[in-house]
């Protein structure tokens, strides 16, 4: 990528005079996104069947996985907390299955730093495999193994829609940093 | 490509090595807490119901714009269909002969059951007032239980155990009430268990949920069985929970136990459904037996 000069008006973010980047912004961005994404339980879907993808914890993946660092390992429990209150599931299962998740995910970053997005997609199938099944089976339905079956468009679809949830995230991570112009 | 961040290697800089086993030990510690509470949430389902509606009650306004623009947008291409072809109208037709056809049959196992009662008892029965008028918000479409949102709570009058119906049949019961929206478990959660019988004879079974839509209906008298695709299942109004003759499910599948039946009210295509008084309250309250959740009251 071609670097402006430090002393630019303007760089990837608009212009530079009297405008800085909103701490607010840059760290709240991935929380909000991802506790308004646990809201579409809300949405008026009534679904006769799992068919949904679960798209806090899609956005979760997709912002531990673009920008490593940006939230802390222990994030996965308010996350989850706030996921298990309208999933439906019972509570406990988003924060555990959230948390998990964070730490498979810096287990990972220290054994393979380097990725590109086809790594990062695989490592976001394998987890939300993972994520739906064990979702399944600690929901209190009583679903056996044989009901498995059931989960496969759910987990398809998750699988399917990853690049447009992490194409998305790339958006609201261009946003995170606009500079905003600084009252007074 | 994910650039490796300085934070995270930690090499033989103390600090960064004591930063990164604080965060290890902090997720630790967040996924020990919520094994334990996914454990004891198994335990006792109702432990978090109060946290839960809470939840639900501050982020319902999200869901009734939502609702509201569901009717508003089907309607919307309803008018413009209507437009360009007659077979939009020929479906609304359709669909209000099923209900028909519904109501018939309803309206037949309530003669019937009319009748038994005036023979048997010479009883008649007071008309029920329904509770509250709602609109489904939305429902746990990610997860594998089964359970919708309702837009009326507590202050409208909605208790626990309440059915929930729709022009087309029974859609549920109410599981929990916050003060201004309600969870209800959709008959298709294999929680859900409701005492049925066949619509034109006394064929008693119960029908329960299986996570994928549609219902397992289990005959209690085994023997012969006497289904055949196309049989209407109504509520019988065992165990005090729900009115006697509400539609519930058609049978598309004949089993070696019983059947598979197709859920009459599809919660996804309902827009409006009615809360009903439990059917015989006072006597389960006599009985002071607690209505537990994943239960068949019978």
């Known amino acids: 990528m071609e670097r402006l000069s430090d002393t630019a008006r303007r760089d990837a973010y608009g212009s ?107 490592t976001a199938c394998l987890l939300l495999l993972i994520y739906l099944v064990v979702a399944a089976l600690v929901s209190g339905a009583q679903i056996t193994l044989g009901h498995l079956y059931l989960l496969l468009p759910q987990i398809l679809l998750s699988m399917i829609l990853y690049p447009v949830v992490a194409r998305f995230v790339a958006l609201l991570d261009r946003l995170r940093l606009t500079r905003i112009r600084r009252i007074g | 490509m994910a650039p490796p961040s300085a934070k995270q290697r930690s090499g033989s800089n103390k600090k960064a090595q004591l930063g990164l086993f604080a965060g290890y030990l902090a997720a630790g510690l967040g996924a020990t807490l919520g094994a334990l509470l996914l454990a004891l949430s198994l335990w006792r389902p109702d432990t978090f119901n109060g946290l839960r509606s809470m939840a639900s009650d501050a982020a319902a306004p999200v869901g009734e714009v939502g609702a509201a623009g569901r009717v508003n947008t089907r309607s ?5 269909a209507g437009y360009y072809d007659a077979g ?19 309206a037949e196992a309530l003669a019937q059951e009319n009748e038994r009662l005036r023979a048997i008892l010479g009883l008649t029965e007071a008309d029920t007032r329904p509770v509250a008028v709602a609109r489904l918000i939305g429902s746990s479409a990610s ?93 019988s109004g065992a165990g005090g929970l729900f009115h006697p ?15 598979i039946g197709q859920l009459l009210s599809n919660p996804a295509a309902t827009d409006v459904v009615v809360v009903q008084p439990i059917w015989q309250g006072e006597i389960l309250e006599a009985i002071e037996e607690p209505l537990e959740t994943g239960d068949p009251v019978d």
């Open chain 1, 16 to 122: 530079k005079i009297n405008r800085h980047h909103s701490p607010v912004l840059a760290y709240g961005m991935p929380w909000v996104s991802i506790i308004l994404a646990s809201l579409t339980p809300l949405l008026p879907i009534i679904a006769p069947a799992p068919i949904l993808p679960p798209f806090g914890y899609m956005l979760l993946l997709g912002w531990r996985l673009s920008r490593p660092g940006l939230l802390p390992m222990w994030a996965g429990l308010p996350l989850g907390l706030i996921d298990d209150l309208y999933s439906g599931q019972p509570f406990g299962s988003g924060i555990l299955l959230f948390s998990l998740t964070m730490i498979a995910l810096e287990l990972l970053d220290a054994r393979i730093p380097w990725r590109n997005f086809w790594q990062d997609w695989l």
């Open chain 2, 76 to 80: 919307f291409f309803e008018s413009i």
């Open chain 2, 88 to 106: 939009s109208k020929n479906a609304e037709l359709e669909r209000e002969i099923e209900i028909a056809r519904v109501r018939l049959v309803e």
């Open chain 2, 143 to 235: 997860s594998a239980r089964r359970f919708a949102y309702l837009s009326v709570g507590r202050d409208d009058g909605v208790e626990r155990g309440m059915p929930v119906t729709s022009p087309m049949g029974l859609v549920g019961r109410v599981l929990e009430a916050g003060s201004d929206t309600s969870r209800v478990l959709l008959l298709t959660d294999t929680d859900s268990v409701v005492p049925v019988r066949r619509a034109t004879d006394n064929v008693v079974a119960f029908a329960e949920g299986r996570a994928d839509g549609s219902l397992r209906i289990r005959l209690i008298n085994l023997g012969i069985n006497p289904l055949e695709p196309g049989d209407i299942f109504v509520t």
């Open chain 2, 245 to 259: 003759g509400v539609a519930v499910a058609m049978v598309s599948e004949v089993t070696d136990d019983g059947a």
